[in-house]
């Protein structure tokens, strides 16, 4: 809810009414800055009333997208993140086997390869990384969200736990002679990889519905309990890639090596799971919107993995149905970032726009429907802000066409990634968001 919503709204609509006399707001909205020398045909108005506030996002789905992440960081300005990933494994082949009481497990490895784009956000730090076994049935065809974690087994899997693991992400590991893609690769307990061979052989082995049904998956999660302010990241990581898999080295009875590979890859059910505590935030900006939905008038915030959206309301936009100023030439919403951002925190590649159903549910603007080239979004590291081009809804709104019941707005990446960023509200004292439109008038 925004609290202060009402209140704001009508200070507004009383200052258009007293600049008026008693005159409607629409009567002359816009009529002052007609210029008669206008030789374009157009005007441009960038002072419209724009109302914003931060609030929780909704969990977003998480499962069968093109990465995953895992790992923590205590952000300043947004408060502790975690993140872990579920999958399952997959037999590489069918009909393991045949059973041999004589193999043996020298070595059980979990490999993970980084994503090729933006494998890190945050600090490099080590980090203790635990894999717990996963105790429920997991389904391909189910669609798992941000806000859920796979019931686990206690004991963690990793050997010699707990154990820190530091992210290298620029070079690949040196294995048996062979340079390998950048992966993050945790020994597991070979407990773990002798009771796999004991089940050489038999019906777990024959097939993926069988063995899935013995063998459920795995979850990897950060233990984030020693981290200070500005310490961590966010490891994303590519299941997709032949190089993410869990390998187990063993011999039999005559000392033959040999390894077997349980591959993930899109057969797989896998997902990211988020934690978030805004309140826990040391720098006060955002507890206070959360708590005070009228803060957002200087700042409002956005982050993925279903993190924050920003709820961005125009009032009196409706108001110029029935006036001179009616059609729209553009109309452009101009956000920018609110002050400076930390390096290894960087907002957002792109923002979404939706407009509210009849329910509530977010729908495209048909701006957006019309193509990402249309509408915009895209972070101009130059302007350091996202513009919208979003003159069909505008339009739409005018004509009433589309209710006037606000944009929501949140980040592009909001499965994959756990960018965030503070944006400047409508009362931002430098740099502050607009919604500039421009109508034709002949």
Request: aromatic share 8%; net charge negative.
């Amino acid at each position: 809810m925004f609290s202060g919503k009402a209140a704001i709204a009508a200070i507004f609509l009383s200052g258009l009414i007293l600049a008026g006399g008693c005159r409607k707001p629409e009567d002359d909205l816009g009529l002052a800055v007609l210029d008669p020398a206008d030789n374009l045909g157009t005007v441009r108005i960038d002072t419209n009333t724009v109302l914003t506030w931060p609030r929780a996002d909704e969990p977003v789905r998480t499962s069968a997208l093109s990465s995953n992440e895992v790992g923590s960081y205590v952000d300043d300005v947004f408060g502790p993140v975690t993140t872990g990933t579920a999958t399952q494994l997959r037999l590489s082949v069918n009909n393991i086997g045949p059973a041999d009481p004589s193999l043996v497990c020298d070595s059980l490895v979990l490999a993970l390869a980084y994503a090729t784009s933006d494998p890190l956000y945050g600090e490099p730090d080590p980090q203790v990384i635990r894999v717990h076994r996963i105790s429920e049935d997991l389904h391909l065809d189910s669609i798992y969200k941000s806000n859920y974690r796979p019931q686990i087994d206690l004991v963690d899997l990793v050997l010699g736990a707990p154990r820190l693991f530091t992210p290298i992400t620029g070079t690949g590991p040196v294995i048996g002679g062979d340079t390998l893609v950048p992966q993050l690769r945790i020994p597991l307990d070979p407990a773990l990889g002798n009771e796999l061979l004991a089940h050489w052989g038999q019906a777990d082995m024959a097939d993926n519905a069988s063995f899935l049904a013995w063998f459920k998956g795995l979850a990897v999660v950060p233990d984030s309990g020693t981290q200070a302010p500005l310490q961590g990241g966010i490891w994303r990581f590519n299941l997709l890639s032949g190089a993410t898999k869990m390998t187990l080295y063993y011999h039999d009875g005559n000392g033959t090596a040999s390894t077997f590979d349980f591959i993930i890859g899109s057969s797989s059910a896998r997902w990211t799971f988020a934690q978030f505590n805004h309140g826990a935030a040391f720098v006060p900006g955002l507890p206070q919107a959360l708590a005070d939905s009228t803060q957002g008038q200087t700042t409002t915030y956005v982050q993925s993995m279903g993190g924050l959206r920003s709820e961005i309301r125009f009032p009196f936009l409706g108001n110029y149905g029935g006036t001179p100023l009616q059609a729209l030439a553009k109309a452009e919403l101009i956000v920018p970032i609110a002050g400076e951002y930390h390096a290894t925190y960087l907002p957002p590649a792109q923002l979404f726009a939706f407009r509210k159903g009849d329910d509530g549910q977010d729908l495209l603007v048909p701006d957006q429907i019309a193509g990402e080239g249309v509408v915009g979004g895209i972070y101009d590291d130059q302007q350091r802000a996202y513009r919208f081009n979003l003159t069909r809804w505008a339009q739409g709104v005018i004509n009433g066409t589309y209710p006037n019941t606000g944009l929501s707005v949140v980040p592009g990446s909001n499965g994959v990634s756990v960018n965030r960023a503070a944006l400047a509200g409508p009362a931002h004292p430098e740099n502050p968001m607009k919604l500039v439109l421009t109508f034709t008038t002949y």
